[in-house]
């Protein structure tokens, strides 16, 4: 049973389109990420959710709108996408419970813009 | 600024050899420090935390990590090396006040036969 399942795997697209990328975790976690990580590999975080509230929002261009019909989902959406968008988006999941909870990862989705 | 740096880009090492993939921090309070693992096309994998107690903590797959508060550092550690070991290894910390994990730039591990 995968625990963080992202969708799609694999996602290649026009500049200027717009996109969504879907997560779920079925860890009955409460509290769920969403990652960057570009070619360097390098991870920074975008947007978290606790019980379907924004927590963390990060310099973010205004394009990039996550959703989070309950906690279980959070889903982001990708307007007029741009070359720079070109990256590997992570969702992740963690129990908000005290600073010691680790968090799980999906395996990703590849951005691509043509 | 909060920082965590993995000196290293890229570590090597023979199969059966002892390993180290070091990272330090930088900050304010007592942090909570972590260990993650990243192989090709997958997410991260958690692999040990230090909260508090012991400086040494233990892992998954045999991986061990050292608390030096003296040296704001958590090296990554295995005494004996596997190919299967090889990935991209990442160190992250969560500030005393909450919020973010903030992650270092990752430090890529070749273990070869």
């Known amino acids: 049973d995968t625990a963080v399942s992202q969708t799609p795997k694999y996602l290649v697209t026009q500049m200027g389109n717009d996109k969504s990328i879907k997560c779920e975790q079925n860890?009955?976690?409460?509290?769920m990420y969403w990652y960057k990580q570009d070619s360097k590999k390098f991870l920074k975080i975008m947007f978290s959710?606790?019980?379907?509230?924004?927590?963390i929002n990060e310099t973010v261009p205004n394009r990039f709108s996550p959703k989070s019909p309950d906690k279980a989902h959070l889903n982001l959406h990708i307007n007029s996408l741009e070359l720079g968008d070109s990256a590997v988006y992570f969702c992740?999941?963690?129990?908000?419970?005290?600073?010691?909870?680790?968090?799980?990862f999906g395996d990703g989705t590849r951005l691509s813009i043509l | 600024a909060q920082s965590v740096a993995q000196p290293e880009d890229q570590v090597n090492v023979a199969e059966g050899n002892p390993l180290t993939v070091k990272c330090t921090y930088s900050?304010?309070?007592?942090?909570?420090l972590f260990w993650y693992v990243q192989y090709p096309n997958r997410g991260l994998q958690f692999l040990l935390k230090?909260?508090?107690?012991?400086?040494l903590v233990k892992g998954s797959y045999g991986f061990e990590a050292e608390f030096n508060k003296s040296q704001t550092s958590f090296h990554l550690k295995k005494p004996s090396a596997l190919v299967s070991d090889s990935a991209l290894y990442f160190c992250?910390?969560?500030?005393?006040?909450?919020?973010?994990?903030?992650f270092g730039q990752g430090t890529e591990l070749s273990v070869k036969p």
């Open positions: 900050v304010s309070g007592n942090p909570y």
């Open positions: 992250a910390v969560r500030p005393n006040q909450g919020g973010k994990l903030i």
């Open positions: 230090y909260i508090t107690g012991d400086n």
């Open positions: 959710y606790n019980n379907k509230e924004l927590i």
């Open positions: 860890l009955g976690h409460d509290t």
């Open positions: 992740a999941s963690s129990l908000r419970r005290g600073r010691g909870q680790p968090q799980h």
